[in-house]
T-cell receptor, first 114, second 113 residues
C-alpha cells in the first residue's frame, strides 16, 4: 500500500496570507490527524477527522481549520498567517474508528512564513 | 486535558549501553501509550506501544513499562547501536477522547560508536 502523502512538501508564504495543506491517507484509513511540529514545542495536536467529522480539536486559534472529504483525504487551512506559524505540519492516518491504534505519518509540509 | 512530560531532553550513550527515557502523564483515564522514533529529516514511526491493561511489553531490544498508579511509563533500549540515534517521542491519549494524542517534547538520543 502507498503511504501517507502530503502536498506541497515545502511552502513559503508571507505574513497575513492564507495557506491550504493537503493530506492523502493510506487506502482504507478513515481517521486523519494533523500535528504542528516545532523545535521548541515538539508535536502538537491540531485536530482529528473521521468520516468527514471533526472528532477532536487541539488548543489552536480559530485561524487553523480543517476538513475531510468523502474519500478520506483531508485539508487544513491556516488564515492570516503569522511568523509563529512557521513549522512542519504532519498528518497521520489510522484505520480505526474506535480504540486508538497506530498512526502512520506523512512526510510533512514545511511551512515558512516571512 | 492530558499533559505528557518527557525526560531527559537529550541522552548520549556509548554503543552497547542501555538507554532509558521516562514519561509522566496527568490524565488517569489515558489508556494508550505509543512511542515514536523520528530520524533526522524523516517522519515519526511507531516503534512500540502499550495499553493500560498491560504492565510491560517487549520487542527485541526495545521494551516499554507502564505504572498506572504512578502515571508514568518508560522506554528501554538495550544494546544500543548507532542507528538507534534519533528523537524519541512518547505520547498518551486524552482520557476524554480516544482520538487525540498528546506528545512529550521528545528526547534526542545519540549513540556514540
Amino acid at each position: 500500500k502507498a503511504g501517507v502523502t502530503q502536498t506541497p512538501r515545502y511552502l513559503i508564504k508571507t505574513r497575513g496570507q492564507q495557506v491550504t495543506l493537503s493530506c492523502s491517507p493510506i487506502s482504507g484509513h478513515r481517521s486523519v490527524s494533523w500535528y504542528q511540529q516545532t523545535p521548541g514545542q515538539g508535536l502538537q495536536f491540531l485536530f482529528e477527522y473521521f468520516s468527514e467529522t471533526q472528532r477532536n480539536k487541539g488548543n489552536f486559534p480559530g485561524r487553523f481549520s480543517g476538513r475531510q472529504f468523502s474519500n478520506s483525504r483531508s485539508e487544513m487551512n491556516v488564515s492570516t498567517l503569522e511568523l509563529g506559524d512557521s513549522a512542519l505540519y504532519l498528518c497521520a492516518s489510522s484505520p480505526s474508528g474506535g480504540a486508538f491504534s497506530e498512526q502512520y505519518f506523512g512526510p510533512g509540509t514545511r511551512l515558512t512564513v516571512t | 486535558g492530558e499533559n505528557v512530560e518527557q525526560h531527559p531532553s537529550t541522552l548520549s550513550v556509548q554503543e552497547g549501553d542501555s538507554a532509558v527515557i521516562k514519561c509522566t502523564y496527568s490524565d488517569s483515564a489515558s489508556n494508550y501509550f505509543p512511542w515514536y522514533k523520528q530520524e533526522l529529516g524523516k517522519r515519526p514511526q511507531l516503534i512500540i506501544d502499550i495499553r493500560s491493561n498491560v504492565g510491560e511489553k517487549k520487542d527485541q531490544r526495545i521494551a516499554v513499562t507502564l505504572n498506572k498508579t504512578a502515571k508514568h511509563f518508560s522506554l528501554h533500549i538495550t544494546e544500543t547501536q548507532p542507528e538507534d540515534s534519533a528523537v524519541y517521542f512518547c505520547a498518551g491519549t486524552d482520557g476524554g477522547s480516544n482520538y487525540k494524542l498528546t506528545f512529550g517534547k521528545g528526547t534526542l538520543l545519540t549513540v556514540n560508536p
